[in-house]
């Protein structure tokens, strides 16, 4: 069993968020999916491969509305 880097949540799977290197479940990628600069951090990374060749790009930023609080995650684990 896995946890989400973003809500630390207990998971079965991830995938790496587009934003940053965090591995998220798959109720963090729909969130981002939905966020207004998904396709912007999508455009980033594909841009990065083809110009650069960087195949590890770390992305271009959790956006804050994104972003837990320790308070979020502390009530979430107990």
């Known amino acids: 069993m ?3 880097q973003r809500c630390n949540q207990q998971t079965n799977s991830t995938t ?3 934003f940053n290197t965090q591995m998220i479940c798959k109720t963090c990628e729909t969130k981002e999916k ?7 951090a999508c ?3 594909l841009q990065q491969i083809k110009e650069f ?3 590890n790009f770390e992305g271009i930023g959790l956006p ?3 972003k837990y609080s ?3 995650l502390d009530s979430q684990s107990e």
Not at 34 to 40: L, M, P, V
């Open 34 to 40: 939905q966020h207004k600069d998904y396709q912007h």
């Open 64 to 66: 804050d509305d994104l």
């Open 43 to 45: 455009d980033e990374e």
């Open 53 to 55: 060749n960087n195949y």
């Open 2 to 4: 896995q946890f989400c």
């Open 70 to 72: 320790n308070d979020v």
């Open 16 to 18: 790496m968020s587009r």
